[in-house]
């Protein structure tokens, strides 16, 4: 039995939510490894459409287990409202749910010193979405952070807290910022929010452990994508965890040798949201065009995102990083219509072509990409539910980019909604998710 990670492989916002959702049912457990309330996957079930920013996408499903890994940092407020908004729409989230006890905690000065930072002159902007992520990341690797065992525990939390908040209060006036914290208000809410979570935490590590030795299948899903990885993402304009297929291991407290397969996620052309450099980024018409079919608004903030072409350099690298045994093709049908497609295939500076990924982004804002030109397709891909039905040039533009990522596109997404998904007979995809969709 397969165990499996599924990640994004571009800068996120590829449909992982949605592939997780429709094959959370070959499996027992989904498990999220890292990230905080920023990550919106979107999930499209017949008319009724959910967002979910922590909660694993399998929640949908009766009788899985969802569980947030130890690798989060998590929001007890945000994560109350979204299970209050699914419990609204039916969904059993307290019987599905497990919360690491060693998961830490967002509080709200994290948020003020979030937004301290990136408005600070001189500094370079990162495009956050100032959930108070970063800096709850910051006091983990600090080794001043909450967990989520300790909000439980409240005469722990009462002193620790409150030493915190100097602490806070400190730094935000020595940046000029003067500024309050009700620390009897905030004690009282973050008790309150234990009390209401304590039911769902425990040891995940250990129950996803046992579910392993039990020979149960569990799904490892990732939020945001390899190019914001804190590590191998185009630093500093990247996310604080670790969101390649390494994070799983230390984010959900597993050991490699139970991960059987490794799943990229990537759109049929590429987009990303915040700063940063986007080789393949089009200013133009077209890009707009994509925005617009392709619905490129994000789901948590709204922002419009940045739209481009499909990157190979880039998935070969973040092929290289996740070992990826399959890809999946999402959105294919946002290009339905278009006379020709451009495709990346190399970088090119100072005269000659790069065989890595610039470590800089100062080195990869002054890329040259390297374009082809693919035949576009006049009849519509969406609606087509087997692959060989697909038109010919829109299989041929999927089996290009096959040939040059060195990864097998083993299904493709053709709309939101969960039947509009094309699995490959006989792909290592197949395989590993154990049924076609």
Request: a neutral charge; proline letters at 5%.
């Amino acid at each position: 039995m397969s165990n499996v990670v599924i990640l994004g492989a571009q800068w996120g916002d590829e449909g992982k939510g949605k592939i997780v959702d429709l094959f959370a049912d070959r499996f027992d457990l989904i498990v999220r490894y890292q990230g905080g309330h920023n990550a919106g996957h979107t999930v499209l079930v017949g008319n009724r459409k959910y967002i979910l920013k922590l909660i694993p996408s399998g929640i949908l499903h009766a009788g899985k287990t969802s569980v947030i890994g130890n690798g989060l940092v998590v929001d007890p407020a945000a994560l109350i409202q979204e299970m209050e908004t699914l419990e609204q729409s039916g969904i059993p989230v307290r019987e599905r749910l497990a919360i690491s006890n060693r998961a830490h905690i967002i509080f709200p000065f994290h948020r003020l010193l979030e937004k301290l930072t990136e408005d600070r002159p001189g500094r370079v902007s990162i495009g956050t979405t100032s959930r108070g992520i970063g800096p709850a990341y910051e006091d983990k690797i600090g080794r001043r952070g909450v967990r989520m065992a300790d909000l439980l525990d409240r005469e722990f939390l009462a002193g620790y807290l409150r030493v915190l908040c100097e602490d806070k209060l400190t730094l935000a006036r020595a940046f000029g910022l003067e500024e309050t914290l009700d620390f009897a208000t905030l004690l009282a809410e973050y008790s309150a929010y234990a009390e209401r979570l304590r039911p769902m935490v425990c040891d995940t590590a250990a129950l996803v452990n046992r579910a392993l030795r039990d020979g149960k299948r569990v799904l490892f899903e990732g939020a945001q994508g390899t190019m914001l990885d804190v590590d191998h993402g185009t630093y500093p304009f990247v996310t604080s965890s670790s969101s390649a297929a390494g994070g799983v291991c230390t984010g959900a407290g597993v050991p490699p040798t139970r991960i059987h397969g490794v799943v990229g996620i990537s759109k049929a052309y590429i987009t990303r949201v915040g700063s940063g450099p986007f080789p393949t980024e089009d200013f133009g018409p077209l890009g707009d065009r994509i925005r617009n079919v392709g619905r490129e608004f994000g789901s948590v903030t709204g922002r419009p995102r940045r739209c481009g072409w499909f990157d190979v350099p880039l998935l070969r690298y973040t092929a290289m990083v996740n070992g990826f045994d399959s890809m999946v093709i999402t959105k294919l049908d946002v290009l339905d219509g278009l006379e020709s497609i451009p495709v990346c295939v190399a970088y090119r500076m100072g005269g000659g072509t790069l065989d890595a990924m610039p470590a800089t982004v100062r080195e990869l804002a002054r890329v040259e990409p390297v374009f082809v030109q693919l035949p576009g397709w006049k009849q519509p891909s969406s609606g087509v539910s087997r692959y060989d039905e697909l038109p010919a040039e829109a299989r041929a533009y999927l089996e290009f980019l096959e040939r040059e990522t060195g990864v097998e596109a083993g299904c493709v997404s053709t709309g939101a909604e969960r039947n509009l998904t094309i699995v490959r007979p006989g792909s290592k995809f197949e395989s590993l998710m154990g049924a076609r969709a």
